[in-house]
């Protein structure tokens, strides 16, 4: 998989981006769920989604390559890259949270 620091720093680089885009994704969905814009919204978190799974296999496939024996040098922007995949992960689960109440009060209002 990742044999060199270069390699392992472009994947910690991939995880940034698709984390930060699935985290930016899930704050716009409920920015757009206050303005009751629903169907944006649920458009915004399927986004969300796509840049996560597309975050995790990145992640998956470097926990299977330790597993499977490869031996990692690991850089502090992998930790970072970590990190933010793991803080979109709980942002993106709020979203989802805070955008079906939204829905919920608009429909009583």
Known sequence: MAKTKEALSELSFQLILHSGNAR??????????????????QEKLKEAEREFV???KIQTALIQAEANGED????LLL?????HLMT??????????????HQKTQKVH
């Open 24 to 41: 930016s994704c899930a704050m716009e969905a409920i920015s757009l769920q206050k303005q009751g814009k629903s169907s944006d919204a």
């Open 54 to 56: 597309a975050a995790h």
């Open 72 to 75: 990692f040098d690991i850089p």
């Open 79 to 83: 930790i970072h890259a970590q990190d």
């Open 88 to 101: 979109s992960m709980t942002t993106k689960e709020l979203a989802i949270e805070i955008v079906e109440l």
